[in-house]
């Protein structure tokens, strides 16, 4: 039976190598989706011919892994592993006395540890397999010593499957130009894990800095200069929502509509302000936002927020759309309670003093604002890193400003006494 061995019928759309011409393909994924598989499969497909003992593209590869146990146990006999995922016609031996396995067709694939960077120094390879690459100790110089050796045949290539982590050497080889990648979540390979692990782990790490990483295997960074932090956002987790006085919901909408518009940003937002200022305390409950919607879109969803936090009062942005803003939402609801806000400060010196409110200790989040945290932790001193505008983050600020700064600003002013 030759299906179970054909991986281009069975695999998921990241698990194959992207067309073209590129020198690394990094497969980022959460726990579970199916990079093991895909790595061992890469492997095959680099090595074995048309025929059993026919060559194949390459001849000499490197299996690298954090340590020559997890290579051996992970990349060559897992349960996902090179021999597991081979036919028997095809099936390389185990040579344990020299760390390697040997094709039928005379291919040769040797495993490596990233604790011993050096043994890297003097082979050569014309393919490579890299596990696990964001966890090694000493990634930097591993990695370095490869490339070193990856040079036989006219285009030497190599393959990375990781759980994305914030480390320089992972972020140098997704900025080379030479590089392609794909990504997919734990849930894409669903089909193959168990309900009850997928249930729990999402019941237990859903919307925290961890589940976004090991999970949804995105690549968390936090940009020098930023006004947040992933860690500090994680901090102020809370999974039960208190006692709150005043829930509004803010919207920065966007300069158009349609596919080519920016996002619009909505964000619900509660405060407990009662007494002292200074002790006044915010929780973002929910990122409503929209993407390329259409102004009576984002209108809706915006209405709708409003109705199932109970609301009292919704603050949009006025600076692109002015009296259209107010118009658009007015034909949604009539008689919702509306404040049109104008900025007159740049997006930087009105996310200042909402960001020390955080620093403070004063504004927590709810779980599953991951879109939001990533905007926020793009956002600097010198202004947005990110890609296009920071909408949720200017919806996030206008909030703010509205339950806790001009509130506190106010209570504040000093009354005048009158004769």
Known sequence: MALPYLFEFWALPHQMPPEGEWRSWVILGGRGAGKTRAGAEWVRSEVEGSRPLDPGRSRRVALVGETLDQAREVMVFGESGILACSPPDRRPKWEASRKRLVWPNGAVAQIFSAHEPESLRGPQFDAAWVDELAKWKRAEEAWDMLQFGLRLGPCPRQCVTTTPRNVPVLKTILDNPSTVMTHAPTEANRAYLAASFLEEVRTRYAG?????????????TDVDGALWSMEGLEAQRLDKVPPLDRIVVAVDPPVTGGGNSDECGILVVGARVQGDPQQWQAVVLE???????????????AIAAMERHGADRLVAEVNQGGDMVESVIRQVDPLVPYK???????????????????EQGRVAHMRGLGALEDQMCQMTTRGFQGKGSPDRVDALVWAIHELMIEPAAHWRRPRVRTL
């Open 287 to 301: 990122d409503a936002s929209v993407s390329a919607a259409a102004p009576a879109t984002w209108a809706r969803a």
């Open 340 to 358: 049109s806000v104008r900025a007159s400060k740049g997006k930087t010196a009105r996310a200042e003093p909402v960001a020390a409110l955080y």
């Open 208 to 220: 925290t800095r961890l589940g976004r990483q090991e999970l949804d295997g995105v690549l968390l």
